[in-house]
């Protein structure tokens, strides 16, 4: 079964960084891609970063967190990273991991992480 563990979250000031970590159970080139999702209470998941796991140059982000947030995904680690600085109050979530199956239609998630931005 496979399973992503995120870590990192936390409690932070506004402007501050925040390092998530999110580590794959399988090698990591078994996802075509891996990314973050974010959730605030009343509100739908949102899209936040995706990289392709064979070509870590490519990688998409969502308009609210781009030039801020960077999403990465070190060599030989079956964990891709996602660099959040600038942090504001609107980034407060809770964080999820997500890996697509490669050749598949499979979806993983994370249990998720609480990332709270204080003002």
């Known amino acids: 079964q496979v399973q992503l563990v995120e870590s990192g979250g936390g409690l932070v000031q506004a402007g501050g960084s925040l390092r998530l970590s999110c580590t794959a159970s399988?090698?990591?080139?078994?996802?075509?891609?891996m990314g973050w999702y974010r959730q605030s209470p009343g509100k739908q998941r949102e899209f936040v970063a995706e990289?392709?796991?064979?070509?870590?140059?490519?990688?998409n982000y969502g308009d609210s967190v781009k030039g801020r947030f960077t999403i990465s995904r070190p060599n030989a680690k079956n964990t891709v990273y996602l660099q959040m600085n600038g942090l504001q109050s609107e980034d407060t979530a809770i964080y999820y991991c997500?890996?697509?199956?490669?050749?598949?239609?499979?979806?993983?998630w994370g249990q998720g992480t609480q990332v709270t931005v204080s003002s």
């Open positions: 997500n890996g697509r199956a490669r050749g598949g239609t499979e979806s993983y």
């Open positions: 399988k090698n990591i080139f078994a996802f075509s891609s």
């Open positions: 990289i392709a796991t064979a070509n870590p140059r490519l990688a």
